[in-house]
């Protein structure tokens, strides 16, 4: 009769490594939850600490709550640290590197006047509410759409130019028709306004003052809509080319299946191994 292996208690480290980095257990969602609470106050402080009235009149209490989110984050990154199963890999990693620049500017700002600016870095650990979320899960998803931004990039890059030139031309054209007295003082100014005209921004801080100027403005606001749609176009059909080709990839040779996940290494319906049709 084989002895059955006891399992002893879990150590205080594995318990804190299931807390932090457990997203699947209830302690260690919660935990995620607090912390994004956390991350978003601290955020929304250095925010009302940069406006003038709130500085003057609880400028002392933002700045002692400042203190507090960066004691509770400095003592969360070293347990993180503590109980990683690689304290250098987690040092290196993405997630690593941002909590340690979300509580250095804090510190900084004892030797460096101004330095709690730097503190709207906390906002990238809200990339955290991906594994709260479970969204993490669909970023594979994310290969389609670089496929088909790399299977665009020739079309794009056509369009770009083709855009760089209108505006180029435009704006020497408003130059000539408008000059210094419109507020088109240069040709690189000028330019400026044609991109501003051409994507629909609209500052409005040079306007055409004569009739040919407007109506040379009109032209490019008109055409600043159909060409919008063009790049729009493009990256569709290129999306939609590369969602066939990877359905059609992952098609199982046994049954005749498709439609399978990217990641999906099994037929969901006879079990055989799915092989990519390069192979």
């Known amino acids: 009769m084989t002895e059955r292996r006891k399992v002893g208690p879990a150590t205080t480290r594995e318990r804190t490594r ?11 969602k919660l935990f995620d939850v607090v912390l994004i609470w956390f991350i978003l106050i601290s955020v929304l402080v250095v925010m009302l600490e940069s406006v003038t009235s709130y500085q003057i009149a609880y400028g002392t209490w933002l700045r002692a709550a400042e203190w507090v989110f960066t ?14 199963p690689s304290a250098r ?20 700002t004892l030797v460096i006047p101004g330095g709690q600016a730097l503190l709207t870095v906390r906002a990238l650990r809200l990339l955290r509410v991906f594994r709260v979320l479970k969204l993490a899960n669909y970023v594979s998803e994310a290969s389609v759409l670089t496929r088909a931004l790399r299977a665009s990039r020739h079309k794009i890059t056509v369009f770009v130019s083709a855009v760089l030139t209108l505006v180029v031309t435009f704006g020497s054209m408003m130059y000539l028709v408008e000059g ?7 040709i690189p100014r000028s330019v400026y306004w044609a991109i501003v005209t051409l994507t629909t921004v609209g500052y409005g801080d040079i ?11 009109a032209v490019i606001m008109i055409m600043g809509y159909a060409i919008i749609a063009v790049p729009t176009g493009i990256v569709t059909v290129e999306i939609g080319a590369a969602a066939r080709r990877a359905a059609s990839a992952r098609e199982c040779r046994q049954c005749g299946l498709a439609g399978h996940e990217e990641d999906a290494r099994h037929c969901k319906r006879c079990g055989a191994p799915l092989l990519d049709k390069s192979q």
């Open 89 to 108: 890999g987690y040092a290196r990693s993405f997630f690593g590197i941002v909590d340690l620049l979300a509580i250095i500017p804090t510190y900084l």
């Open 180 to 186: 210094s007295a419109g507020g088109f003082t240069s």
């Open 18 to 28: 299931e807390i932090i980095f457990g997203h699947e257990t209830p302690t260690g």
């Open 207 to 217: 306007a055409p003052q004569t009739a040919v100027g407007q109506a040379l403005a």
């Open 71 to 84: 004691i509770v984050f400095t003592i969360e990154y070293a347990l993180r640290l503590w109980c990683a």
